[in-house]
Structures are given as C-alpha cells and as structure tokens.
C-alpha cells in the first residue's frame, strides 16, 4: 500500500454494541480531531476510500455490509476491522445472531464471527473498545505517517519437548488432558447451554477426570457410566447431575462422530491416548 495523503472513511456498524462507534465518534471530534490527518468520514460507500467495520457480522447486517464494500470503488478499498468483534466476534464468537458461513453448522462447530467473512481485512485494531488513541495509531499506520513498532507473532501448538525453531513462533504445549482439546472445547461450549452461569469448568473438570479413571479400565464406556452415576448421587446441585449425564452422552457422541479424527490425533498427542 503505497502513501495515502487523506482518505475518506465510510463506516459501517455491522452489530457492535455501541462501544466501538462511541470510540470512533471520539477520533471525529475536536479533541482527538482525526481530520488533521486527512480523514473525512463521507456519508456514502460510493465516495469512501476505507471502510471501517465495528462489531460482529451478524445475520442481518451481512448483507448490508456486502453492498456497502462493493459500492466502494474499486481502488484502494481499504477495510479496516476496529475492534475485538471486527476482528474476531469477540464475545459474540458463539451467539446464534451471527452469520456463520460454515457448511458444518451444527453443534459441534465452534461459531466465530467476524466481518472477514464476507469482506476482505487489511487491518485491525483490536481492543474492547479500542481507544481513540488505538484507533488513531491505526489510521496512521494506513496512512504511513507512523512507524510499525510491533511485529507479528504467532503461538504454535506442540506436542511437549517439540520446538517450532522460527524467530516469530512461540511454542506453547497443549494441556495435559485425557481427552482431545477439540473434544474439551466442544464439550465447554455445549456445557453452557446446560449449566448457564455456573461454573461450567468446574463441572467439567471433574467430568474429564472422570473419563481418565474410565479409560484405566478394560471397559471404558461402562466405567465411565458407573463413575458418572456415583457423582450423580453424591451431588445436591440438580444443574450439576444433569450437566454430568449430558457430558457422558454428549463425549461418547463425539468419540463416535470422530473415530477418524481422534485416532489421528492419539498419535500426535500421546496425551489423548484411550480416545
Ligand atoms: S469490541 Fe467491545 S465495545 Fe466493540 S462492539 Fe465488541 S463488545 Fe462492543
């Protein structure tokens, strides 16, 4: 991208909650004044030369937001993604409000949402809301006026003792878990439909304990039954006994589902082992 001298910025709400367009607001006005760099907000995609999205692609906006970038002309259309939703979902990664372009819909698919989508992103400025200051850096950066002082790095997951060896990867070992962390993740998300505010890691954890002492045995799936039966009648809590049977049915769906899956990753991961 080449030395932009102004841009005219069109922006696109495409479900924030408010806190992002209330920052973007602030680099408009008098104090933060983000028209002494060179950049006026228009109020139509046909004129802009950026675009800047704040919030979650949600269902109905997607369309919206598909007009508003193909309206823009062709040359630079520069989307910049402000904020941790633009550029993640952030915590609406999992809501049913979002559009979800993945052909594997169901409810083993951990949803995220965010507008790369449908659009293509050239920046991001995350934050919760990002700070005019934030927002302002980014723009600059856009404009190249300001120089880049961070560098991009990436965390590798790896099997322990294994090192990635690459100046930008930052190796970090997958937790020592008897289950696959694919499994943990869809089993966390599941969980919440379950138990709602309780504290659904706790439940959890000590579902996948359970599931460790079951694969000591020759027959795990009855094991883990029996186990699984014996918390049921120590617990009080009636969320928690019904989170444990649900976990119980909902692993062994997951084992079934991907046998496939999981054996492969037995072999990478050792940790998995019994899966
Ligand atoms: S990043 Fe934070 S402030 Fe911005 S839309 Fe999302 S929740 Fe709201």
Redesign the pocket.
Known sequence: MGRLKSVWVYHVDA?????????VLDVLSPYYDIERLGVKVVPTPRHADVLFI???LTRQTRIALKKAYEAMPPKPRIVVA??????SG???YNSYALYNTSPQRGRDRLRSGGPEMIVPIDMYI?????SPEEILYGVAQLLGIKEKKMKGEYWIALPPGEKSGKENEIEFTIPDRPIPVRYWLTLREELRRVVGYYDRDAVLNDFIELVGKAFESDDPRERLHDLVTGYFLKEKDSRVKVAMRFLENEFWRLVDEYREWGEALKRKYPVTAGV
Not at 82 to 87: V, Y
Not at 126 to 130: E, Q, S
């Open positions: 479900g924030s909650c408010n806190g992002c367009d209330i920052e704040t919030g979650p402000i904020g941790t939703c633009a550029s952030g915590i609406f995350p934050g919760c809301p990002p």
